[in-house]
């Protein structure tokens, strides 16, 4: 298995590249640059690029509503150039509060624009004269919903690789679906191997049974946090207060994507909990409301005899890529945390 790790958003890009020099040393894989509402995500990429040399880049996530199809194929055509082909470009469809609450742009019929932009994408990498009609982008634009003055034109560039993998991430039976049809790999949030094939399971099959087999073996990105030692259980805590925000703060009632997977998971009357004591401001209650087998089971938290058995549990389910979350007291601790992963994969 690969070893990932993703980046703190909230951080300085200087700090963090140092850091990331040392992590690729202890044996890291692949950094994953998000892009929430904070820096943009591309700045970071290309200083990461000049200040790495083995481990691959990827974008996680872009967001889908925030950039042009052309432009999106333009940024991963340019970070893979300057990485050396090192790219890996992950898209996501983000969530309604960020999308027309930060960008105001409106959130409607992600699996479909998706589905679309991966296809320009691939066109303009390849370095067709694009022409482009989908249901929702166009190139050239019209004649009646422009100018007239639009021209198909291609890449002028020769990129590093005319097939830069792509990732998605995504948690709806529809999005992983599609996932497994059309993408090189997919990004699922709190996967919990024991459960992963009865929630996703069919999804899976059903995007794969489509899929081309040109596009060669599919990768499961998972996200698990990670601390390996003897005396590190209380660190569950900080797992247990990122499940608490996200199945009670991310979206309405009826309207979380999070708290439906913590129920199709089996833990519905847990989630119900949690997001009423979350939306009644009452964080610490909802934090506590979260299940010791559901915060252990998406973690690589424990000894290392217990990580490794975690470890031998994600593989079996399908899991590729350890995209994991380091807890420790400092960089060095971080590094220490990926060398003694490394040992275990």
Not at 48 to 63: D, H, K, M, N
Not at 131 to 139: D, L, N, P, V
Request: glycine share 12%; aromatic share 8%.
């Amino acid at each position: 298995m690969r070893i990932g790790l993703s980046i703190n958003y909230a951080g300085g890009f200087k700090e963090i590249a140092a850091e990331v020099a040392d992590l690729e040393r202890a044996g890291l894989d692949i950094v994953f640059v998000p892009e929430a509402y904070s820096f943009d995500a591309v700045s970071a990429l290309g200083y990461l690029a000049a200040r790495t040399e083995r481990v691959q880049l990827a974008s996680g996530i872009l967001q889908l509503f925030t950039r042009t199809p052309t432009l999106t194929a333009m940024t991963a055509a340019g970070l893979d150039n300057v990485s050396d082909g090192r790219f890996i470009l992950g898209l996501g469809a983000s969530g309604p509060q960020v999308i027309e609450g930060f960008h105001g742009v409106r959130y409607d019929s992600p699996i479909g624009r998706t589905r679309e932009v991966v296809e320009i994408c691939r066109k303009v990498w390849r370095r067709e004269r694009l022409e482009y009609a989908g249901k929702y982008y166009t190139m050239p634009l019209p004649p009646e919903q422009g100018t007239g003055l639009g021209k198909a034109l291609k890449l002028i560039n020769h990129p590093v690789r005319d097939r830069i993998p792509v990732f998605l991430a995504a948690l709806g039976p529809k999005n992983v679906a599609l996932a497994a049809e059309i993408a090189d790999g997919w990004q699922p949030m709190f996967y919990l191997p024991e459960k992963a094939h009865d929630v996703w399971g069919g999804a899976l099959a059903e995007g794969s049974a489509a899929r081309d087999p040109g596009l060669g073996e599919f990768d499961v990105y998972v996200g698990p946090v990670l601390a390996i030692g003897e005396n590190v259980d209380h660190l569950l805590e900080l797992v247990k207060a990122n499940l608490a925000l996200y199945i009670g703060g991310m979206g309405a009632k009826g309207k979380n994507f999070y708290h439906a997977l913590a129920t199709q998971y089996g833990f519905g009357a847990e989630a119900d909990r949690i997001q009423e004591l979350y939306l009644a401001g009452r964080k610490d209650e909802a934090t506590k409301a979260v299940p010791d087998a559901l915060a252990r089971g998406i973690s690589l938290i424990g000894p290392k005899s217990f990580v490794a058995e975690r470890i031998a549990a994600f593989a079996e389910a399908g899991a590729t890529v350890l995209n994991v979350v380091p807890v420790a007291e400092d960089a060095a601790g971080r590094v220490k945390q990926i060398e003694m992963l490394r040992a275990l994969v």
